[in-house]
């Protein structure tokens, strides 16, 4: 692929959200229910698309379950599991997953964004808990689109292009959301798989119009020219 930049989702593609993000969802989820919840639960949910806010997916998952709750009964017990008292929360399991040599030679190469569904502090929080803010050129956040143009809805995608100035681009993302998000916005879009991917997951980006996946984000390379 020729592209003048490479943008990436945050969650499930550069940081490994599994026992951070996930597990938050799991623990509101049976807060308020009092039943166990199962990771495979959770990532079904986030495949159907639609999901891209977390806080959302957890209120209805919670919902699933015929019990009703109001958004900010969730949300705040949801942040609580993921901030903790001061940023001393389940976001201290996060690891970064792409290496450093690869980082460097993408952004020596190429223009690099993230648009990312999560709030600005949290996102700016991981990149500067890893040391890697220099290696991206612009960051969209859930604050920069109105609530109802989050992704799958390309208005994200659109802001960084704008803002970086460009006109062809790849976008990595590990959902259905982030592959018609990219699809909208007419850049490449390249499923991510994680971990706990599975088969049916792998056929969801595919279906979804995922031009290609790969089962490492360290693969990127592999793909650009």
């Known amino acids: ?29 049976e807060f308020f229910t009092g039943q166990e919840v199962n990771f495979s639960e959770i990532s079904a949910f986030k495949q159907k698309g639609g999901y891209n806010n977390d806080w959302k997916l957890t209120e209805d998952l919670v919902r699933s379950r015929g019990i009703e709750i109001s958004s900010k009964d969730v949300i705040d017990k949801f942040q609580s599991y993921y901030l903790g008292n001061n940023f001393d929360g389940f976001l201290l399991n996060e690891q970064w997953l792409i290496k450093p040599d690869i980082l460097e030679k993408i952004s020596s190469n190429y223009k690099t964004g993230i648009v990312t569904g999560r709030p600005r502090t949290e996102a700016e929080f991981v990149l500067r808990r890893f040391s890697v803010q220099a290696h991206f050129n612009a960051l969209v956040a859930m604050e920069d689109t109105p609530p109802e143009r989050g992704k799958p809805a390309p208005d994200g995608i659109f802001k960084i292009m704008k803002e970086l100035n460009i006109n062809s681009a790849v976008y990595l993302g590990d959902t259905v959301d982030d592959i018609r998000a990219a699809l909208s916005a007419k850049i490449t879009p390249v499923g991510v798989l994680n971990d706990d991917s599975s088969i049916e997951t792998k056929n969801k980006l595919y279906k979804s119009g995922a031009s290609l996946i790969i089962d490492d984000v360290n693969r990127i390379l592999e793909i650009l020219k």
Not at 7 to 24: E, I, K, P, Q, T
Request: no cysteine.
């Open 1 to 29: 692929m020729k592209v003048d930049a490479v943008l990436f989702d945050m969650d499930g593609v550069l940081v490994d959200v599994s026992r951070s993000y996930r597990l938050a969802i799991k623990e509101t989820a």
